[in-house]
């Protein structure tokens, strides 16, 4: 089967949590979302805008009230019974995954997932295998490790590995990087890169940290509260002054170097982002001025 | 026991009577399952592992808890009356705990299991005597029940707390060290 | 984040019915004392006159708390296919007991006895009141207050160097994390089912199965407790926190009203035992 053009489809969707209720909240209101096969696409915005509503609809734990989820060629709302194959094809890591562990040995937990879709033993094995392995948990060594003797980053690495068992077509990231030591945080911020590069899966990652925007996404949503605000490619949205103060989103050291000379008069391009075209940049600045 | 028990056993036993309550109130404190009594239960299991991490007293504490909380949220009339509901929940901790200590010193892991397995029983056959001594059931009822629904019910409470307890006290069983994914030949 | 109860709105302990009734406003210490006497001579009161009086106090009782009776039956409707098949059960069964009393009836194992259809009558009423007074004492009580009710009634026990102060204490804490559990339950349904577990789906036939996926859900539970248990002893412990000599901010005063309610309800309770 070849991939859809679109992996994900997300069209004027609402969602009240409680309707009906005196309790009743509004999480999204005419939300639209697209992300194509292979691309790696952004989701910032702050705590309350919705993310996490909109992120629960990617895989079915949450049907749309009004609008459209359509994913892989499914249509949500009306393919109940494709349930838990949409679950296999679009898997979701939340926040803190390292709590939802529970089996005892490392490999049993990875295999969970698998083991559940019914897959022979000798499959699941394959597979548990690649995914240690991706993630940086060396089969060999760490398939017998007892879970509660890892580390939290070790933790977070099995949870990851046993969404990867299921070799989904989409991975969904709720801020994967959280509570993470920088060093971790890199090595699963470069894991993720080759997830979306090499292996061409589609990414989609909710964060709050414009660096790894900068680092991995080909394209960004902005929410606040519960609507669209922008969205386009990362380069465009952070050329965007106005609206990154507006919503206070924060960019990544090498804009906010770039904003504050081009305020100062010096001319530079203002959609410059990434460290490395920034160095390039100011050392052409500096060529100029000295020269 | 002196009048005033540690910060330590306070907080446990709130803690898991807690995730009593919890299990009591949501449908996840009951397996439906297609026998007699309808449901494998598995409020027990927090008194049980209170029993074996702070002793009798927090596991008779979250007992009541758990009598009370039947007591209140069960449609079942035979939960309706304290000497069915509340009694004989309170010495699943006792008899757990006895147990756990008992065998604790040959092996750890085994008697973690074994409290599971017999606390378990403990609530299964007192809460049946009670409603049997209360004229609820007949003998012969109550025995039915008491084997098509104890059994199942001890085993998995020999897993869930053998699991939570050796995975909080970061113990292993002596003999398995392997995953269960690679402990047999693989198919070819 | 509202989004963060929507399951958890169906967690309610007894839910509370505000209201200025008469029973609303009995002072909560005489009110458990009470309810509790009045429950335990339900409890065990056998005859047919001793019940329909207490059905009729019952009944009474929610009138006087000004809680429609409707609402206070709804409990009784999910309850009705036990207590048929219980009253069946023990209609037939059951009777063996009364044997030496009057019999109508009689087949191999079943025994149709006066004794066995009393059984079945007063077991019901039984149940009936039960509810009723249950419900109304959680209806017209917070749950504060009945936690404060019980620290109050238990205290002369602490002379028997019974634990009174850390048993409340234990319920406070029981009572306060249940809806931080529900929430936390809520995610780690959400994260397994988001990797392949699957809940409500499995046959009813396929009990193993279903055994199973209990697993995953209820073990990282446990753990989460257990690890909020350490973070909130090593913060009481960091804060000096003594079981003695420890104040509140409210406290109680008891009117003549109080205190009669109270007599009356010994004096229904006697009623039942002597009945």
């Known amino acids: 089967m070849s991939l859809p053009e679109f992996a994900v489809q997300v069209e004027q969707l609402s969602y009240t949590y409680m309707k009906g209720t005196p309790f009743q909240h509004d999480a999204l209101y005419d939300v639209y979302f697209h992300a194509r096969s292979g691309e790696c696409v952004a989701i910032i915005g702050h705590t309350g805008s919705g993310k996490s509503t909109l992120i629960q609809h990617l895989n079915g734990l949450l049907l749309p009230q009004t609008g459209q989820v359509n994913v892989l060629g499914y249509e949500l709302s009306k393919s109940k019974h494709l349930q838990s194959e949409i679950r296999r094809q679009v898997v979701v890591l939340f926040q803190q995954p390292e709590d939802q562990l529970f089996e005892k040995y490392v490999a049993d937990d990875i295999a969970y997932g698998p083991l559940q879709y019914g897959l022979s033993k000798k499959e699941v094995i394959q597979r548990?295998?690649?995914?240690?392995?991706?993630?940086?948990?060396?089969?060999?060594?760490?398939?017998?490790?007892?879970?509660?003797?890892?580390?939290?980053?070790?933790?977070?690495?099995?949870?990851?590995?046993?969404?990867?068992?299921?070799?989904?077509?989409?991975?969904?990231?709720?801020?994967?990087?959280?509570?993470?030591?920088?060093?971790?945080?890199?090595?699963?911020?470069?894991?993720?890169?080759?997830?979306?590069?090499?292996?061409?899966?589609?990414?989609?990652?909710?964060?709050?940290?414009?660096?790894?925007?900068?680092?991995?996404?080909?394209?960004?949503?902005?929410?606040?509260?519960?609507?669209?605000?922008?969205?386009?490619?990362?380069?465009?949205?952070?050329?965007?002054?106005?609206?990154?103060?507006?919503?206070?989103?924060?960019?990544?050291?090498?804009?906010e170097l770039v904003h504050t000379l081009i305020a100062n008069g010096y001319d530079m391009n203002s959609s410059t982002f990434g460290v490395e075209e920034t160095v390039a940049e100011v050392s052409k600045l500096l060529h100029q001025e000295v020269g | 026991m002196s009048s005033n028990p540690g910060i330590r056993k306070i907080v446990i036993a709130g803690v898991l009577g807690s995730i009593a309550i919890l299990l009591g109130v949501t449908q996840l404190g009951f397996i439906p399952v297609p026998t007699a009594a309808g449901t494998v239960t598995i409020?027990?299991?927090?008194?049980?592992?209170?029993?074996?991490?702070?002793?009798?007293?927090?596991?008779?504490?979250?007992?009541?808890?758990?009598?009370?909380?039947?007591?209140?949220?069960?449609?079942?009339?035979?939960?309706?009356?304290?000497?069915?509901?509340?009694?004989?929940?309170?010495?699943?901790?006792?008899?757990?705990?006895?147990?756990?200590?008992?065998?604790?010193?040959?092996?750890?892991?085994?008697?973690?299991?074994?409290?599971g397995f017999i606390g378990s029983i403990t609530n299964t056959v007192l809460v049946l005597t009670a409603a049997v001594l209360r004229n609820y059931l007949s003998l012969e009822v109550a025995v039915s029940v008491g084997l098509t629904n104890g059994i199942p019910e001890a085993i998995v409470s020999v897993i869930i707390t053998t699991a939570v307890v050796a995975g909080w006290k970061k113990l292993t069983p002596s003999r398995k060290q392997k995953a269960k994914l690679l402990s047999e030949e693989v198919e070819g | 984040m509202a989004e963060a109860f929507?399951?958890?709105r169906h967690i309610t302990i007894g839910q509370y019915m505000p209201g200025r009734s008469l029973i609303h406003q009995w002072d909560s210490r005489y009110k458990l004392a009470a309810f509790t006497l009045y429950?335990?001579?339900?409890?065990?009161?056998?005859?047919?006159?001793?019940?329909?009086?207490?059905?009729?106090?019952?009944?009474?009782?929610?009138?006087?708390?000004r809680i429609p009776i409707?609402?206070?039956?709804?409990?009784?409707?999910?309850?009705?296919?036990?207590?048929?098949?219980?009253?069946?059960?023990?209609?037939?069964?059951?009777?063996?007991?009364y044997a030496n009393g009057q019999v109508y009836w009689q087949y191999g194992f079943i025994?149709?006895?006066?004794?066995?259809?009393?059984?079945?009558?007063?077991?019901?009423?039984?149940?009936?009141?039960?509810?009723?007074?249950?419900?109304?004492?959680?209806?017209?009580?917070?749950?504060?207050?009945?936690?404060?009710?019980?620290?109050s009634l238990l205290r002369p026990l602490e002379k028997l160097k019974v634990p009174v102060h850390a048993f409340c204490m234990m319920i406070t804490i029981a009572l306060r994390f249940v809806p931080t559990f529900a929430l936390e339950m809520d995610k780690i349904r959400k994260a397994q089912a988001a990797r392949g577990a699957s809940f409500g789906t499995i046959p009813w036939w396929r009990i193993i199965k279903r055994t199973q996926s209990v697993f995953p859900l209820i073990i990282p539970l446990f753990q989460l407790a257990l690890?909020?248990?350490?973070?909130?002893?090593?913060?009481?412990?960091?804060?000096?926190?003594?079981?003695?000599?420890?104040t509140s901010f409210r406290s109680f005063e008891a009117r003549t009203a109080d205190v009669l309610l109270l007599f009356v309800a010994v004096g229904a309770a006697y009623l039942l035992i002597w009945l």
């Not at chain 1, 690495?157 to 299921?166: D, E, N, R, T, W």
Request: a positive charge.
């Open chain 1, 128 to 255: 548990v295998k690649h995914a240690m392995d991706f993630v940086g948990l060396p089969f060999e060594t760490m398939r017998n490790r007892p879970i509660y003797a890892l580390s939290g980053g070790q933790k977070r690495k099995v949870a990851l590995a046993g969404l990867l068992a299921l070799d989904p077509r989409v991975l969904v990231l709720d801020e994967p990087t959280a509570g993470l030591d920088p060093m971790s945080r890199q090595e699963l911020l470069y894991k993720i890169k080759r997830l979306s590069r090499d292996e061409g899966r589609t990414i989609i990652f909710v964060t709050h940290s414009m660096e790894e925007v900068a680092l991995l996404a080909d394209r960004v949503y902005v929410l606040a509260d519960g609507s669209n605000v922008a969205d386009g490619t990362t380069r465009e949205i952070f050329a965007k002054r106005e609206l990154i103060h507006r919503y206070r989103i924060g960019t990544p050291q090498s804009v």
């Open chain 3, 70 to 97: 409707g609402y206070a039956l709804k409990g009784l409707k999910p309850a009705l296919p036990f207590l048929l098949i219980l009253a069946l059960l023990q209609l037939l069964f059951n009777g063996k007991v």
């Open chain 2, 43 to 115: 409020v027990h299991i927090p008194v049980i592992v209170g029993a074996v991490l702070e002793g009798w007293g927090v596991g008779t504490a979250i007992g009541l808890i758990f009598g009370v909380t039947s007591l209140l949220e069960s449609t079942i009339p035979l939960f309706k009356d304290p000497l069915v509901a509340i009694v004989p929940r309170l010495f699943i901790g006792l008899i757990a705990y006895l147990i756990y200590a008992a065998l604790k010193r040959k092996n750890e892991y085994i008697a973690i299991g074994a409290a």
């Open chain 3, 227 to 246: 690890q909020r248990a350490e973070q909130l002893i090593a913060a009481m412990e960091s804060r000096g926190y003594r079981s003695h000599g420890r």
């Open chain 3, 111 to 151: 025994w149709l006895t006066e004794g066995g259809i009393r059984l079945v009558i007063v077991s019901t009423m039984r149940f009936v009141e039960m509810m009723l007074l249950v419900s109304v004492l959680t209806l017209t009580t917070t749950t504060t207050q009945l936690a404060r009710a019980m620290h």
């Open chain 3, 39 to 65: 429950i335990g001579a339900v409890a065990f009161c056998q005859s047919y006159a001793g019940n329909i009086a207490g059905l009729a106090i019952s009944l009474f009782i929610v009138f006087l708390a």
């Open chain 3, 6 to 8: 929507d399951s958890a």
